[in-house]
């Protein structure tokens, strides 16, 4: 590429970290806001809210797959404003329902929103610029998921507790309307130059069916299974042990980690294998859930979620990574898209299961055990990979 085209990428990246941050910040964890808060303020039962949740992320598995189709037909740009609105016009339906339906068209809204500022967006936005710096690349832009969740879950319970939930998701909405949209609109509208290069993609059906993509796909959507299942549940498992204010902080310490585990992935993946470092962060974070599930010390405990943390944010960036080198150009796109839509669909259910095993057994030894053994069969399916690939 020439010096511009450098020039630009790099804006590109930053373009991709801030809508990673909102994206995040409100398509993702704001469901993880509004449940406790509906519930609290509202009397409405965890199950029925627990429900909206699973459907608001159903609702963008099924969009994320039109993606690159929409993203071809409408523009980038359009795609991303459009769902920044609807991802807005979401949470502030959620903050202002006053009654059970009233959830439906906020988690249709917000649903749409998530999808057109997940991962697969993220990398539609970034990969076109870059080839051999792409791991950098991603690594910079899905660091701002993890910045999303530092910052934007205490913003969202200060400003839920100070000025209800409905004013909360309004002003949240306005911020990210504010800045999203004029930054989409300025940076990405040149994406549709580099997109006019690419030959034309292979349907889906064809993708579906190779065993490449299914050992990415499976690998991925059951090693962020145990991970959204673990995450739910991490502080009521170390609150008795640490306390309330050392538990939260363990999520802070998981997410910093997860910075750290995804920028030194960017950094010095390079040519190495992209599977094998897949399968060893898998196994890292297997051994991070074995301490969660069996320690009985704030000292193992707090290695546990290191060990954990280190790997949170691969799981998310790492599947580009494996696509670029296992598929055609013209097809990446689609199968990151494909990816991320399972893997939502999968992790959707995750919380309720986790916390079915936990009411089961009466600990949550049995439920962190599984998502040892989930993380550590994800491990063996992607290394197998490297095989028939």
């Known amino acids: 590429m020439s010096d511009g085209a450098d020039r630009h990428g790099a804006r590109v990246v930053w373009t991709a970290f801030v809508v990673a941050v909102f994206g995040w910040g409100v398509g993702f964890y704001g469901p993880a806001v509004y449940l406790p808060v509906l519930h609290q303020t509202r009397g409405w039962s965890l199950s029925i809210l627990s429900a909206a949740v699973t459907a608001h992320y159903l609702v963008s598995a099924v969009l994320i797959v039109a993606l690159p189709d929409a993203y071809r037909r409408f523009g980038m740009v359009r795609v991303t404003v459009v769902g920044t609105l609807c991802g807005a016009a979401g949470a502030i339906a959620w903050g202002s329902a006053q009654q059970t339906w009233q959830l439906v068209p906020a988690l249709l809204l917000s649903g749409a929103g998530w999808a057109a500022m997940s991962g697969a967006a993220l990398n539609a936005m970034v990969s076109p610029w870059f080839e051999r710096d792409r791991p950098r690349a991603l690594s910079m832009a899905f660091n701002g998921a993890s910045v999303g969740g530092i910052v934007f879950v205490p913003l969202w319970m200060a400003l839920a507790s100070r000025f209800g939930l409905a004013l909360a998701a309004f002003l949240m909405s306005v911020a990210m309307v504010a800045i999203v949209c004029p930054l989409a609109c300025r940076i990405l509208r040149r994406q549709s130059e580099v997109a006019m290069a690419k030959t034309q993609p292979l349907p889906r059906h064809p993708l579906l069916r190779q065993p490449r993509f299914l050992t990415i796909s499976l690998a991925f959507a059951l090693g962020l299974f145990a991970q959204i299942g673990l995450f739910a549940h991490l502080i009521a498992r170390l609150e008795p042990v640490l306390g309330p204010g050392l538990a939260a902080g363990a999520i802070s310490l998981i997410t910093v980690c997860a910075v750290v585990g995804r920028t030194l992935l960017g950094k010095f993946l390079g040519e190495h294998d992209r599977r ?50 296992e598929f055609q150009p013209a097809d990446v796109e689609t199968v990151v898209a494909l990816v991320t839509a399972i893997n939502q669909a999968v992790f959707a259910f995750a919380p309720a299961i986790f916390g079915g095993l936990r009411d089961l057994t009466g600990s949550y030894v049995v439920s962190f055990l599984v998502a040892a053994a989930v993380q550590a069969f994800a491990a063996a399916i992607v290394a197998l990979g490297r095989r028939i690939s």
Do not use: D, K, Y
Request: glycine share 16%; with cysteine.
């Open 276 to 325: 094998f470092v897949a399968a060893g962060s898998l196994l890292m974070q297997t051994a991070g859930s074995l301490l969660l599930a069996l320690g009985e010390g704030s000292v193992t405990l707090t290695a546990g979620c290191i060990l954990f943390g280190l790997g949170v944010g691969n799981l998310v960036s790492l599947p580009p990574l494996i696509a670029q080198r």
